[in-house]
């Protein structure tokens, strides 16, 4: 027997969407990856930075991505000094819960919504409790004064699509004595979001990733926004150089090039304002969503049927394991053409 940590022993692992091996030939709509391309300027800026022979790649990155946190404090409106880049934003959820929730104390977050939340809580050795949702779209059950070291609120929420109202999480942010964290990776396909809190608020922090929005989710690349101190302490906990240059040069460009990225949001909401429609009117019950997927249930609410007869047609969507959540399927939004082929597939299916 090897001498692992029990709770390490006794975790399950989280388990990420499926990525076939021969993935050209799949419509992929299960794990909310981008179908458009990412910026001529981020494979510009790649290319340049590995040089001819790849000698680029021979120096270490910088450790601080500075220049990174300079061009996103600039998108977001911060002082650098309130901006932490990271290898992905699941790297700056790990640093969080590693710089707040020591071993025995508690990590809280909506079910459904990432349950790698739960995973990385499991690793440190936190306590993990869930609440659920009221039909209004609130927590149940939340504390008037919740006690908890962190909550990590997805808003909008995954996989169920709508965002929190504004004025609903500024109340949760005052009910929390620990840390709140608004996990914002939708909010670029969403009409608002609470990022101003940052400032308003010390224990709130918002973490935005490139991965969905900027067509970058191979590269890894997310941050966090949140005050200085909180910034700080992520600094002392993560990997120096948690970020290669590669992903530093793309990072840059990507986030440079907002004409790209504006166009391709668009055209994404667009996608999704049609299929939405176009399955209620098979008779589909679609919750109205703010992110790059929708959560849609048959009308005989049998999840698995459907997702069968698709992955038949060679078409990938996600079935979730929650049995909450077994009536209906996630489906990321695709091209226009990818969705027109999905909703035939659906309607043959039945
Ligand atoms: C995709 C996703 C992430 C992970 O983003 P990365 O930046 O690719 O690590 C985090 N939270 C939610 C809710 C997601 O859907």
Redesign the pocket.
Known sequence: MIPLRPNIAAMKGYVPGYQPPDIASWIKLN??ENPYPPSPEVVKAILEELGPDGAGLRIYPSASSQKLREVAGELYGFDPSWIIM?N????V?NNLIRAFAAEGEEVGYVNP??S?YGTLAEVQGAVVRTFGLTDDFRIAGFPERYEGKIFFL?TPN?PLGPSFPLDYIDELARRCAGMLVL?E??AEFAESSALELVRKHENVVV?R????SYSL?GM???LAIARPEVIAALDKIRDHYNLDRLAQAACIAALKDQAYFADCCRRICETREWFTHELRGIGYNVIPSQGNFVFAAPPDRHGKRVYEGLYARKILVRLLSDPLLAHGLRISIGTRGEMERTLAAITEIG
């Open positions: 794990t909310n990271a992905g934003s699941d790297e959820l919504s990432y790698y997805t995954a996990d990776t939708y973490t990733t490139l991965s969905k989710a890894r690349l997310g």
